[in-house]
């Protein structure tokens, strides 16, 4: 998942300043198709067949954290070090400071040709690129640099309870990473007011039964 919003984060910049790189269908192949199913079947490959079939013959245990899950593969320096710079390093400058410099492009491109920019326009390509670096800066990056210390020379014993809870709250970035994009989209966005304002509506017109009480009438004498 890293992998994959790093390259559309470095993808951005091509689409936006370099468009006659994707002009023709041949293009767009190579540097937009491609790419993406490279990554696709990267991970589907590593995570889904090569990690778990060694997996050392290890039961799960349903009392720790991911279930005891562990794979063999990471027992490898050379491996672990080419994930945690692939995976964790390289996907984690890409994303931040990927999102973060593209919009700092635009106002210096803006700039160099003397024109205004108007946020408005560009209000939805913002939000998006900030939330996006948000939560990969506050959930995934602390993390990382914190595996980066300890490559250095750090003590493992330094944050080792932040890293168990760090390692697991990580997993939250590919259930929150949809709200980013869904936020953006003005079609749901008129859906969901529209929900929320008829049930609302149907709050307030909902019929509830009312006693009423009579007297009864009393009849004068002639």
């Not at 919003?5 to 470095?10: E, F, L, R």
Request: charged fraction near 15%; hydrophobic fraction near 45%.
């Amino acid at each position: 998942m890293a992998k994959l919003v790093g390259w559309a984060s470095v993808e951005r910049h091509i689409l936006i300043f370099h468009s006659k790189w994707i002009a023709t269908k041949m293009q767009r192949i190579l540097i937009h198709y491609i790419p993406l199913m490279l990554i696709i079947m990267y991970g589907i490959l590593l995570y889904g067949i090569i990690t778990p079939i060694n997996d050392c013959g290890r039961g799960f245990n349903y009392n720790s954290m991911l279930c005891g899950y562990y794979s063999c593969v990471y027992d490898s320096a050379g491996y672990s070090l080419y994930e945690f710079m692939s995976g964790g390093v390289l996907s984690s400058i890409c994303i931040g400071f990927g999102s973060a410099f593209l919009i700092i492009r635009i106002i210096i491109q803006k700039r160099r040709l003397q024109q205004q920019v108007h946020w408005r326009r560009y209000r939805k390509m913002t939000i998006q690129l900030l939330s996006v670096t948000s939560i990969f800066f506050i959930i995934y990056l602390p993390p990382v640099l914190l595996g980066i210390s300890k490559k250095l020379g750090v003590p493992s014993s330094v944050g080792s309870d932040y890293s168990t809870y760090a390692n697991f709250f990580s997993n939250y970035v590919v259930l929150l990473f949809p709200f980013t994009c869904l936020g953006t989209l003005p079609q749901l966005r008129t859906r969901v007011k529209t929900i929320f304002r008829f049930c609302y509506q149907q709050q307030q017109n909902r019929v509830v039964p009312i006693t009423i009480t009579v007297k009864p009438i009393q009849q004068s004498r002639v």
